[in-house]
């Protein structure tokens, strides 16, 4: 059988990460696909699946504050970093099932996957070479030029972090009317448009900035196109599938024959 694939769902807090990673996984389900969930969020409460593999087994939120007198934040750090001590543990028990794709909840909060040692490793013990990452970009902050200009920034800092393929989908996109849905297309295809509306809006150091980031956004080339998806109305799953499946077979021209 093929080896599985990963796929990361990383985001902002409250951007949609674990609804989606419940959503994509029906979706897959539906179409004959099987696929295990696995929660990396050792401070997920409720969560919206029954996952497969849970990182709480291994990391106990309230058993480190205790043994290390921290508070819930000092607490979700030293989790973090702990992500990578249970990463082949973890693994293991993720390879015990036989399938398709592996759908991984991430942190709640972006910087404790994004900005810490410890994902990378976690990453590269998963096998980064059958991974991708789906960045969720939040739809309201994206309704104006600056607003999406700062998530492909923090986009792209996460994805020269994490160094695998990354797709960059703007979440909840049923809460965006269709004039927003065409403004934001518009802008990540077409260099011109945003920085035109980026003109267009309110002169500010923000808006300065955002100019300059722009720039160097396109100079790293990668203001590249964005995609939509809802787990509300599940419209995008298949675009998600797509991007996996043409990483999938990239990758396999890797293999020698
Ligand atoms: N309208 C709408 N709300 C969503 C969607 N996905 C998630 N939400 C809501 O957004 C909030 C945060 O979602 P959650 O998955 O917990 O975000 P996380 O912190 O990134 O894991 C919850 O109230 C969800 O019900 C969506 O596609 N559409
Ligand atoms: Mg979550």
Redesign the pocket.
């Known amino acids: 059988m093929e080896e599985a694939f990963n796929i990361y ?1 990383v ?11 419940a ?1 994509f996984s029906e979706w897959l389900n539906t179409q004959g696909y099987d696929s295990v969930l696995v929660n990396l ?1 050792p401070g997920a409460e409720a969560k ?1 699946y029954e996952s497969d593999v849970d990182i709480t087994e291994w990391i106990n939120l309230p058993e480190i504050m205790k043994e290390y007198g921290l508070g819930p934040n000092g607490a979700q750090v030293a989790a973090a970093d702990l992500l990578a001590i249970n990463a082949s543990k973890v693994w293991r028990s993720i390879s015990e099932f036989e399938t398709d794709f592996v759908v991984i ?1 991430t942190p ?1 909060q972006l910087e404790l996957f994004t900005f810490r040692e410890s994902s990378r490793k976690l990453i590269e013990q998963f096998g980064p070479e059958r991974s991708a990452i789906c960045f ?1 970009i939040d739809p309201i902050l994206s309704r104006n030029a600056n607003g999406f200009v700062s998530s492909l920034l923090l986009a792209t800092t996460a994805s020269f972090r994490l160094a695998i393929p990354m797709l960059k989908v703007i ?5 965006l009317s269709e004039k927003d849905i065409e403004n934001i297309q518009s802008w990540s295809t077409d260099h011109y448009s945003l920085s035109g509306a980026l003109g267009e809006e309110v002169a500010s150091a923000q808006n300065l900035a955002s100019v300059e980031f722009l720039r160097a956004l396109e100079t790293l080339g990668v203001v590249g196109e964005v995609m939509f ?5 599940m419209s995008g799953m298949e675009d998600i599938y797509n991007f996996v499946q043409q990483i999938r077979a990239g990758g396999e021209d890797l293999v020698p024959r």
């Open positions: 769902f985001g902002t807090a409250g951007s949609g990460k674990s609804t989606i990673t959503a969020d919206p909840d709640g969720l979440s909840k996109s049923d809460l998806a809802s787990s509300e109305t």
